[in-house]
């Protein structure tokens, strides 16, 4: 089984920037596509960010392309994402995905974290 565990998030002002992580407890985690989702409180989950299983091919939600960097360290088991520019909108429990690799980009997604909160206010 895969397991995955977010963490990072936190209370931040409009502009700021948080990273944040996701460590995955698995055999052969460069065999997968990770991905970032999101919901925000009274609304369906969206889908953020997407990573290929080399690094080399990303995916990105129009709401947060040029603000948002997903990437990953095979070596540690590890994908993150790098949120600047931060906006009220962004406010959310965010959560880690891992599928097949040939379900990069969209999905579907199999596996998934259990989430970290993310708040953004002035």
């Known amino acids: 089984q895969v397991r995955l565990a977010e963490s990072g998030g936190r209370l931040v002002q409009i502009g700021g920037s948080l990273r944040l992580s ?70 959310a429990d965010y959560y880690c995905a891992a599928g097949l690799s040939r379900q990069y980009p969209r999905g579907p997604y199999d596996y998934w974290g259990q989430g970290t909160q993310v708040t953004v206010s002035s």
Request: proline share 3%; charged share 25%.
């Open 22 to 91: 996701c460590e995955a407890s698995v055999r052969t985690f460069s065999n997968y596509a990770m991905a970032w989702f999101r919901q925000a409180p009274g609304k369906e989950r969206d889908h953020v960010a997407s990573i290929s299983v080399t690094g080399a091919d990303t995916y990105y939600a129009e709401s947060v392309k040029g603000r948002f960097t997903i990437s990953r360290d095979n070596t540690k088991n590890m994908v993150f994402l790098q949120m600047n520019s931060l906006k009220p909108e962004d406010t």
